[in-house]
């Protein structure tokens, strides 16, 4: 399976951006997936994750909370982090990360990172 994260780049305080992330391979079903970030000399932490099977659960973190949306297609294996009023905060590398069934069971996997960047 890879993940390949896409969207990060520089944006103004306030202002949006989506990230998204594509998954491929031998995927036999998504249990869940989401988005990771890691800011400079910090531990990575969760930013919101998604169910792939049930009703699509949803958890956020609370810093991103009414700010950011997470989705997923599941029929393109995809999923897709909406950040709206952008904080310098945000500022970090996000990785995409998953729970994917394949035919030899349960993995998790990571994408290699996109950076965002928020300026004032």
């Known amino acids: 399976v890879q993940l390949v994260e896409s969207g990060g780049g520089l944006v103004q305080a306030g202002g949006p951006l989506r990230l998204s992330c594509a998954a491929s391979g031998s995927i036999v079903s998504i249990h869940a997936i989401g988005w990771y970030r890691q800011p400079p000399g910090k531990q990575r932490q969760l930013v919101a994750t998604?169910?792939?099977?049930?009703?699509?659960?949803?958890t956020y973190a609370d810093s991103v909370k009414d700010r950011f949306t997470i989705s997923i297609d599941n029929a393109k294996k995809m999923v897709y982090l909406q950040m709206n009023n952008l904080k310098l905060e945000d500022t970090s590398v996000y990785y995409c990360?998953?729970?994917?069934?394949?035919?030899?069971?349960?993995?998790?996997?990571w994408g290699q990172g996109t950076q965002v960047t928020v300026s004032p």
């Open positions: 998604i169910t792939g099977i049930g009703y699509g659960s949803t």
């Open positions: 990360n998953g729970l994917f069934r394949i035919s030899r069971g349960n993995f998790e996997y």
